[in-house]
Structures are given as C-alpha cells and as structure tokens.
C-alpha cells in the first residue's frame, strides 16, 4: 500500500525556518517524481513545487512564490522527501501536502497524497 | 501563467442528480487536465487525468472530458459520499495551476 506522510509543521515566526518530512512507503521511492502543494486555511490548492527522480536529473522546480526560499530535495535511501522553507512569511501558513507524480506518460499529475502537515507563520 | 476557472463556485444537487463542473484554461493545453476531489480535512484524492481517464479504483459514474480549453468533470449520479470540493488542475506548462474549486452539497 502506497503510503506518504508529512511531519516537521507547527507554529514559526515570521524570518524563521522550518523544514518538513515526507516519509514513504509502499513503492520504489526512487523511481518517482515527489511534488509539494500547499492549501491556505479555506483557500484552494497551490503547486509548490516538486523534484525529480535521479534518472532524470534529481532536479527540482518551483513556482515563483517561494522560488529562492524553498528548497526540495530527496533521500533515496531513506526514501524521504523534503521541504526546507527558509524566510517564511504570514502569507505561507497552510496544509502543505506531498505527493506522488503519476507514473504514466510524461505529464505532471499526481496520484498519491499525503494527510498533509499545517504550517503556521505567526508572531 | 495558465489560468484555470472553474464554475459554479458550488452546486446543490439530490441524490441521484446528474452533476457537471466545467474548467476552463486562460489557453490551449490539449488535454492535459486532472481532477481531484477533497473532503473536508482530507488529503485531494486523484479522480481523472489527461481529462478523461479514469483513475483505478474510481467509481464509474465519475467521468471527464475536454481539450483546447474547456473541460467538464461529470457525476452521473450523485451519491452521498460524493460530497467534496473538486478542482482541477492543468499539467501543460509551469507553474502547475488549479482551478479554484466547486463545492458540491446534497440538497
């Protein structure tokens, strides 16, 4: 059964950092895409950004709202994904979720989710 | 940017209604359109991709079509544990965007 689960949330103030865990289970980590989305409080869904496996580069992307702040990365081994969320602002509190990309075709749709973890940036 | 506008903001429909959500993208993105499906407190839950393919293990009265710029989410008989907020979301280009959402309540 494919598992994921988020952990590292909680409250933070404003300039500071925090950095979340996405634990897997139930698949070949490393074969996979792993993405991170956001939800703030009665809001909808935001992309945040994702990385790529290593066979096709272990590259990351991210949208613009956190580019240069964020950053995603990956352990293969421990088959664990990352977020490091460095300088966050009032405007990041939200669910953030990971997720699995769906291993069909080349696009970026994503199959498996996690219950997500809340990040609150507040002083 | 590619904008994603779903309409209505919400719906209200009987058990067993026929309910539609439409999507419409800001431009062209063939068919590259997913939909998800989220219950309150809960993880989005992966419903359709490439706007009409249904998802192993997705109930069969859920269906999905479009290209170009317009997309239509369909629930060909609305069940009770149905209720969610749905949106989309276009995989054609960077940054991954979503629709805002349509809430669907029992009437």
């Known amino acids: 059964e494919v598992q994921l689960v988020e952990s590292g949330g909680g409250l933070v103030k404003p300039g500071r950092s925090l950095r979340l865990s996405c634990t897997t289970s139930?698949?070949?980590?490393?074969?996979?895409?792993m993405g991170w989305f956001r939800q703030a409080p009665g809001k909808g869904l935001e992309w945040v950004g994702f990385?790529?496996?290593?066979?096709?580069?272990?590259?990351?992307e991210y949208a613009a709202s956190v580019k240069g702040r964020f950053t995603i990365s990956r352990d293969d081994s421990n088959i664990i994904a990352y977020l490091e969320m460095d300088s966050l602002k009032t405007e990041d509190t939200a669910v953030y979720y990971c997720?699995?990309?769906?291993?069909?075709?080349?696009?970026?749709?994503?199959?498996?989710w996690g219950q997500g973890t809340l990040v609150t940036v507040s002083s | 940017d590619i904008q994603m506008t779903q309409s209505p903001s919400s719906v209200s429909a009987s058990v067993g209604d026929r309910v539609t959500i439409t999507c419409r993208a800001s431009?062209?993105?063939?068919?590259?359109v997913a939909w998800y499906q989220q219950k309150p407190g809960k993880a989005p839950k992966f419903l359709i991709y490439?706007?009409?393919t249904l998802q192993s293990g997705v109930p069969s009265r859920f269906s999905g079509s479009g290209s170009g710029t317009d997309f239509t989410l369909t629930i060909s008989s609305l069940q009770p544990e149905d209720v969610a907020t749905y949106y989309c979301?276009?995989?054609?280009?960077?940054?991954?965007?979503f629709g805002g959402g349509t809430k669907v309540e029992m009437k």
């Open positions: 997720a699995r990309r769906l291993a069909v075709g080349y696009q970026f749709y994503f199959d498996y």
């Open positions: 990385i790529r496996s290593k066979p096709y580069g272990g590259t990351p």
């Open positions: 490439a706007a009409s």
């Open positions: 431009q062209g993105i063939s068919n590259w």
């Open positions: 979301q276009q995989a054609n280009s960077f940054p991954l965007t």
């Open positions: 139930g698949f070949t980590f490393r074969d996979y895409l």
